[in-house]
């Protein structure tokens, strides 16, 4: 009897955040990083660090248009997206220190996207030939997404 109760109010308990992080979906601004998976808010799913500061976040969106990027806006949801060939790389420059990408081959459609991507990153502190190692690391996840199709 006792555990009825209180799974009934754990069970509205997480009724209501869940309601709470919907809501805060539609109205806070989120990052769409992979096309796997929903827009994530900025400090959500951080393993590797703490979220950028408004001044972080416009030097990154700068080494980011530097690189090719192009941002994309939908009402609440931002992406930062890269086609290349058939390929489609998104990028997740949410953590300090480092920028994540993921690579998408756009003609290969399969249920599970994460068997049909590759990720790298590059580093905050990396200052030198920035475009020629996003370049090598993309040539080397094109390469890496061919051998396995």
Same mark, same amino acid.
């Given at each position: 009897m006792a555990? +009825?109760? #209180?799974? %009934?109010?754990? %069970? @509205? /308990?997480d009724k209501t955040e869940e309601e709470r992080t919907e809501q805060r979906r539609k109205t806070e601004r989120v990052f769409l990083t992979e096309l796997d998976t929903p827009p994530?808010? #900025? %400090?959500?799913g951080l393993w590797h660090g703490k979220p950028r500061s408004a001044e972080e976040f416009a030097a990154v969106e700068q080494r980011l248009q530097a690189l090719g990027f192009e941002t994309a806006a939908n009402a609440n949801v931002v992406s930062y997206?890269?086609?290349? +060939?058939?390929? #489609?790389?998104? @990028? +997740?420059?949410?953590?300090?220190g480092r920028i994540d990408f993921r690579i998408y081959n756009q003609e290969k459609?399969?249920?599970r996207l994460r068997n049909q991507s590759r990720s790298f990153h590059l580093l905050d502190s990396w200052k030198n030939d920035? /475009? +020629?190692?996003?370049?090598?690391?993309l040539m080397d996840a094109v390469q890496a997404l061919s051998d396995a199709s």
């Amino acid at each position: 009897m006792a555990t +009825d109760s #209180l799974r %009934e109010e754990f %069970e @509205a /308990a997480d009724k209501t955040e869940e309601e709470r992080t919907e809501q805060r979906r539609k109205t806070e601004r989120v990052f769409l990083t992979e096309l796997d998976t929903p827009p994530k808010f #900025l %400090e959500e799913g951080l393993w590797h660090g703490k979220p950028r500061s408004a001044e972080e976040f416009a030097a990154v969106e700068q080494r980011l248009q530097a690189l090719g990027f192009e941002t994309a806006a939908n009402a609440n949801v931002v992406s930062y997206q890269f086609k290349f +060939d058939s390929y #489609l790389v998104m @990028a +997740d420059p949410r953590a300090v220190g480092r920028i994540d990408f993921r690579i998408y081959n756009q003609e290969k459609t399969k249920k599970r996207l994460r068997n049909q991507s590759r990720s790298f990153h590059l580093l905050d502190s990396w200052k030198n030939d920035i /475009a +020629d190692k996003f370049r090598n690391r993309l040539m080397d996840a094109v390469q890496a997404l061919s051998d396995a199709s």
